[in-house]
């Protein structure tokens, strides 16, 4: 049931809070996938193997796959506002020490805690959109949201490798908390107070039922959506990761020239995501399954490539056909879930996607080592196949509100 009088400020309100949301995704991208640009300079100047190159890139996912619950659930306690500022201010305080690491020890520490500061911010997020966005709103939202991240890891490469070439890696750095910086202080003074609840979830005012955590932890769609998220997401970061350093150590191209072929299929990406979340969010299954197994199939032609030309044209349509299928497993949680647990639940979720993060880099740095690139690139077909297998088992059902429980375990 719609309300007229509020039809202007529900409009202002959901476009303020996503582009604010959408900004913001675009820098933590950026911070996110300049390391691996920087990669190879950083390897060189202090000695590392790829697999250690791949840990450096693990810390931060190891923390980030920590923070995501406890962000999740903070963002239900104080409210996505608060949280969503300090994660962005120190996560850009963690970027510019990064600048000033003497060595690979130190390196680790601070990408950790950059890691943890990030994993503040995407439970946050989510609690934003669910009180400033209508129930229709909401998915298209998500698929925004998700597209700034491709967007993001796009850019990050076009804008950061000129300037690791102009001014060095540890000036990159620097410069780019600045931006952060200016961000945060935006998002604090322009993101607008959230929509009435009547507004976000119209059933609310029949029932308004309270869920505790627990209920949301045990949840069998859930958890899947965090299962398929983690096989997903592996084929993200393991580009994000290795691609730059495959086409400067194997196809010879600059460091500005990878930094190029590299944003292209990010890009491409996140207009597949936008797709997906458009014409794909309300049937999932009949476009997850099929987009990831043909996905899968490129990346095995991607791997067979002998030029550096036709490896980014493959991993533009394996990038593309993939992003078809973002919204039909992170928009699942965000349709059945109360707002009060949008944080716990999207936590959850992003628990599951950020292992891949964690496992992705080692992984592929392992097998490069010891097998080559072509072995790194197959195990994203395989993890690419491993979540279509998921999606293929799992039901869109919705989260059984039950009855109110008690008040000392009600959540809100």
Not at 21 to 42: H, K, Q, S, T, W
Not at 91 to 100: D, E, R
Not at 312 to 324: D, E, N, P, R, Y
Request: glycine share 10%.
């Amino acid at each position: 049931m719609s309300i007229p009088s509020s039809a202007p400020v529900v409009r202002r309100t959901e476009r303020t809070t996503l582009a604010l949301l959408v900004g913001v995704f675009i820098i933590d991208y950026i911070d996110r996938v300049m390391i691996a640009v920087a990669l190879p300079l950083i390897g060189a100047e202090f000695g590392l193997s790829k697999t250690t190159q791949g840990l450096v890139v693990s810390a931060f996912a190891i923390a980030y796959l920590v923070g995501q619950m406890p962000g999740g659930l903070l963002a239900d306690r104080v409210g996505a506002r608060p949280l969503l500022v300090i994660s962005l201010v120190a996560w850009s305080v963690f970027t510019a020490a990064t600048g000033f690491a003497p060595g690979l020890v130190v390196l680790l520490v601070l990408r950790a805690a950059f890691g943890f500061a990030q994993a503040l911010f995407p439970g946050a997020a989510f609690k934003a959109l669910a009180e400033r966005t209508t129930q229709e709103g909401r998915s298209r939202g998500a698929g925004l949201l998700l597209a700034s991240n491709s967007v993001g890891a796009g850019l990050g490469p076009l804008l950061v490798a000129p300037l690791v070439v102009a001014a060095g890696w540890r000036h990159t750095f620097w410069i780019v908390a600045v931006a952060g910086l200016i961000v945060g202080l935006a998002l604090w003074r322009l993101l607008p107070p959230p929509l009435p609840r009547e507004l976000t979830e119209p059933e609310a005012r029949v029932a308004p039922v309270k869920v505790p955590v627990s209920q949301v932890l045990r949840n069998r769609l859930v958890i899947r959506c965090a299962a398929m998220f983690a096989c997903f997401n592996m084929l993200a970061y393991g580009m994000i990761t290795w691609v730059p350093s495959y086409l400067v150590e194997t196809k010879g191209l600059s460091l500005v020239a990878a930094g190029i072929s590299a944003a292209i299929p990010q890009l491409v990406s996140a207009a597949a995501v936008l797709i997906g979340g458009r014409y794909f969010d309300r049937r999932p299954r009949w476009l997850v399954v099929p987009a990831l197994v043909a996905a899968a199939g490129v990346l095995v032609a991607m791997l067979l490539s002998d030029s550096a030309t036709g490896f980014t044209v493959l991993q533009t349509v394996a990038m593309f056909i993939s992003g078809l299928a973002s919204i039909g497993i992170v928009g699942l949680p965000l349709r059945v879930l109360p707002r009060d647990l949008v944080g716990a639940g999207m936590g959850l979720v992003n628990t599951g996607g950020q292992l891949a993060g964690v496992l992705a880099p080692l992984v592929m740095g392992w097998l490069a080592d010891r097998f080559g690139f072509a072995a790194a690139f197959g195990f994203l077909a395989v993890s690419t196949l491993a979540a279509a297998a998921i999606s293929l088992t799992t039901r869109s059902t919705k989260l059984s509100l039950g009855a109110p429980v008690p008040a000392k375990e009600q959540v809100g």
